[in-house]
């Protein structure tokens, strides 16, 4: 599968060749990511893709490479699992929700009514899929009628069949874990959209409230029956809260509205011992991170380079924040100068610690599978060969 991009020259990685392994001889995936994003001390950070599914390829990857969607996790070297860090079936959304029901389908798209209400094209081709037509929630009244359908902490079906046999495997699993929730800011999009949502914080803030604790309380119920049979590393919240000019609530809205429930998932993660808290949003998210570190969020990605976020300008206010991402995907395709200009960025911040690197989306379909190759096989001889913090004795 070589081609001419990933025949080319490597350089040399930065900052040595140590072998961390004789230090940390027995350290695993889970126990470096963990280590990483809190601050503690650890041979290396890990490899991960963070960004797509386990063996996620582009079509055309999979056209011009049969069977790389099998084997490319495998074939690239990430660690850990999924995306470096795993999840669980476990439905932390609606639940119970029947079959959507097609109202038209073409050879581009297909549009589609859910059970809950949405209406939503789906593109068949292209790099941006699908689009919500119509939310759900129009008025209080659809609220309470998915309220009480669909958000019962208590529904059988949020787990599993084969629960008992995946906690049997996770307590033997050498990769971090996750508790999922599914946004204090996020949830509520995906039923009024962003601008609905924005009008409701002022106009029906009762409403807005009343979302947010039933969703929040309802994940903490399930979340309560998991760790009892289960350590987790983690709880992520995805958020998807900023555009490229910065957050789509102000501060005092944060405060007045989102913070009281990030306080409710940190004090959860306190009594379980669950260290780290992490956020998904895309966007310009600097200005968010402070208000997320106040409210016990305590690391943050993908740090989006497109959408104006600086690592180096992050570090010097919020030195105190686990980073994952950061790395811009576009030079995937720019050639090999900015690659390594990447690369550098990447060690630099491996040795000021609480950071762990990789791409700050995955590829569209600009980028070709040996682009992307070459720079994660670049990437991975950076985290091999860069020391962390703390451990330069």
């Not at 990933?6 to 940390?24: L, T």
């Amino acid at each position: 599968m070589a081609g001419a991009y990933g025949k080319q020259r490597r350089k040399p990685a930065p900052n040595g060749n140590a072998d961390f392994r004789k230090i940390f001889p027995s350290m695993t995936t889970r126990e470096r990511f963990v280590r990483v994003l809190i601050g503690e001390k650890v041979d290396r950070v890990p490899f991960i893709k963070v960004f797509g599914t386990t063996n996620a390829v582009l079509p055309s990857w999979e056209k011009e490479n049969p069977g790389l969607s099998s084997c490319i996790d495998r074939l690239i070297g990430f660690e850990g699992a999924y995306r470096g860090w795993q999840t669980t079936p476990v439905n932390l959304s609606l639940s119970g929700l029947a079959a959507p029901v097609v109202l038209e389908e073409n050879e581009a798209y297909t549009i589609r009514q859910e059970a809950h209400g949405a209406v939503v094209r789906q593109e068949k081709t292209g790099d941006y899929h699908q689009r919500v037509l119509r939310y759900p929630v129009q008025n209080r009244k659809d609220w309470e009628r998915i309220k009480a359908a669909y958000l019962s902490p208590e529904d059988p079906g949020r787990f599993p069949e084969n629960w008992p046999q995946l906690v049997a495997q996770y307590r033997q699993r050498d990769y971090p874990l996750q508790l999922t929730h599914g946004g204090v800011y996020g949830f509520p999009r995906t039923l009024l959209g962003d601008e609905n949502l924005c009008y409701a914080f002022y106009d029906d803030p009762g409403l807005v409230r009343d979302i947010l604790e039933t969703y929040t309380e309802m994940a903490i119920a399930v979340w309560s029956r998991m760790v009892k049979e289960v350590e987790f590393d983690l709880i992520e919240c995805w958020e998807d809260m900023a555009s490229r000019n910065g957050s789509l609530v102000s501060p005092g809205t944060f405060r007045e509205f989102l913070k009281p429930q990030y306080e409710k998932i940190a004090a959860f993660a306190k009594s379980h011992g669950i260290k780290i808290i992490l956020v998904d949003s895309d966007g310009f998210i600097e200005e968010l991170t402070g208000l997320m570190l106040e409210s016990g969020v305590t690391a943050l990605y993908p740090y989006e380079v497109g959408a104006g976020n600086d690592l180096d300008r992050v570090r010097q206010h919020y030195p105190e924040v686990g980073i994952i991402g950061g790395l811009e995907k576009n030079t995937m395709a720019q050639g090999q100068d900015a690659v390594e200009k990447e690369m550098e960025k990447a060690a630099r911040h491996i040795q000021k610690g609480r950071y762990i690197p990789g791409p700050d989306h995955f590829p569209l379909s600009n980028i070709s599978f040996e682009q992307y190759r070459y720079f994660m096989e670049r990437l991975r001889q950076v985290v091999l060969t860069t020391t962390p913090p703390r451990c330069r004795e």
